[in-house]
């Protein structure tokens, strides 16, 4: 082996190591990732940021302190061990079957091959190996980590984190992330980072609404368009845990992976477990650069391969609620049908005993009476009208009122002499189960066969509560082992139908998350609909995740959630920036409502290509852009005349020696022009909006 000897000759990502140096450079196509190993096997960090030779980063190693300044934590590992002078938040903490608790690094090996360097290690005593895994994709500055655990001797694992990040001294930092609550889903906030521990979880089973699980980190001078940031998002649909820390001398690093506090993992001898992915990204170019780096990678390497354009959908639920039946099923259908919708979704109450939310949940076959010859007639209808059928179902949850929990008791997360809590008169079935597995898959397969589904609501409404499985020789494994078995049982659902639309939704927003997306073609983004408050969730949604993944209703005005009123113009342009769809009761729509519906249908589909293919840029005043080569689509809006701006949007990406004709009015305006000066503002009238789309003419 050579000093300086390349693994990797990918067209843009490489990975080299010198190992005199014991230092490895992962270069993507704008950034560099650097770490070491100490004399005592010790991963350590170097570097992560912009780009470097390895020769440069050998000599970044080499000037750093091997000890904490304060001599009492080591500080910078590259993954965090318990055992020496480690105080901090740890990624690793295990204990034996004598009680001996801790890692000591041993160096064994590592490999690299197609992307993927594997650095694999084991305790300097016991029967405990660890592998490090680090994949880079080709063009794109992302790192995806994760961890795998191998057991020789039985072991408690208490924590098992899938990666730590660590970035460079700063006089200060601060955290970006979405919080918020059923409703009101992804709320950008950001906040100082206090010297300390701050952590980020999930103790529900389930993603949540409350918290994203990624962060972005600056050192208080980002913005928009400048500015270093450093962000990480966990591809994990359940329990988690983020701990970000600032010590006292200037750096900030963090750990995450799936789990919380209290859950001990036993393994067994001969037993491996391995981690969920923890994608890593540093950008150079602002908050806007971030979030388009990750709308691409979310796109080329995480969504399921399919065209970008997501199909316009109608769902009956804000329509119906619990009171449906074939007839009003079928007087919905036509009117949508007449608007330009292509796909028809049935929601909630189509089942067993299903009039509310106190009975059927697990009884998934038509309910006679409201369906007396089942939903292939209605179904039959629907494709008849030129659009395709679609179904909402919840296979996590079953309701103690179902024949199903009367014939299986057992099959839902419990514990012995605890009592069964219900939430929404229901409970959670247990897919950590092969039998609950096989289950949902038969039926579910069968169901969307047989009626010719091409798109799939998966709901999830219920945290978990006594989450244990009696008689298990590893209980708390079922926090890890049900999101596994929801993954599996949607990837053989998605074998069986190759062409199926899935969407992922958890009461609203609260499964939104790189696990589920590698399955969900989209994400029902908030179960509020108002179009005013949707501003502020999908501007939350798109800092991580693009466009053609955040499902937007247009529904009825007033608003049924909020009595809020808002023109039908206003309620198009708002969910034309996301994945469109219809939910208001059509029945009740005037004449002049349908028409303005079916014009602004027309328009979405000839600017859908841009919005769902496109790049997208943030701009001032609620604005937001799309743009491909020749195409851009800006949406402005406006909630309010008292908080008008005077001042116009000034668009950004486009070529300042080209010309684009405005195809509403016919105006050709210079690219130099729109860049520096923009659009003008919006009439000072509240909830008016604008959609512009320009197309680039040659001179």
Known sequence: MTKHEPYSR????????HSEARVWLLSTPGTSYAFRLDADDTPRHVHWGRPLTLEQAVVIAADLPYEDPGGDDPGGEEYVVEGGLRFGAQSLTVRFDDGVRGFEWRFLSHTVEDGLLTLSFTDRVRSLGLDLHYRLRDGHDQIERWAVLTADEPVDVLRFDSAAWTLPARDDYRVSHV??????????QRDRVPVGETVFTSRLGITGQHAGPWLMLDAQDA????????????AWSGSRRITLRRDPYGRASWTGGFGHEGL?????????????????LYAPDGFGGTSRRWHAYVEREVL????????????SWEATEFDIGEKQQTELAELAAGLGVEVFVVDDAWFGARTSDMAGLGDWWPNPD????????LADHVRALGMGFGLWVEPEAVNPDSDLFRAH??????????TRTQRRHQHVLNFARRDVREWAVEWLVRTVTELDVVFLKWDMNRPFSEAGQPGAADPDRVWIEHTRGVYEVMDRLRAARPGLYLESCAGGGGRADLGVLARADQVWTSDNTDAADRVSIQHGHCQLLPARTMGAWVTDSPHGFTARPTSIRYRFHVSMAGAMGIGGNLRNWSEEDLAWARMLV???KRIRPVVHGGVQYRLEHDAVQYLTEDEVVVFQFQPSALTRSVARTRLKGLDPDARYRNETTGAVHEGAVLLSHGLPPLLPFDWTSELVHLKRVSR
């Open 10 to 17: 990918l067209r843009i990502c490489v990975i080299t190591h």
């Open 179 to 188: 919080v918020g609550e059923w409703g009101r889903e992804f709320q950008l």
């Open 223 to 234: 913005a928009e368009e400048h500015g270093e940031v450093w962000s990480a998002a966990l």
């Open 264 to 280: 001990v993992w036993k393994l067994a001898a001969g037993e491996r477990l391995e981690t969920p992915v923890f994608t890593g």
């Open 304 to 315: 399921p391969a399919r065209p970008a354009e997501r199909p316009l959908i109608f769902n």
């Open 370 to 377: 409201r369906f007396p010859n089942g939903l292939g007639p």
């Open 409 to 418: 008791p057992d099959w839902i997360l419990h514990q012995d002499g605890r």
């Open 602 to 604: 027309e328009q979405y």
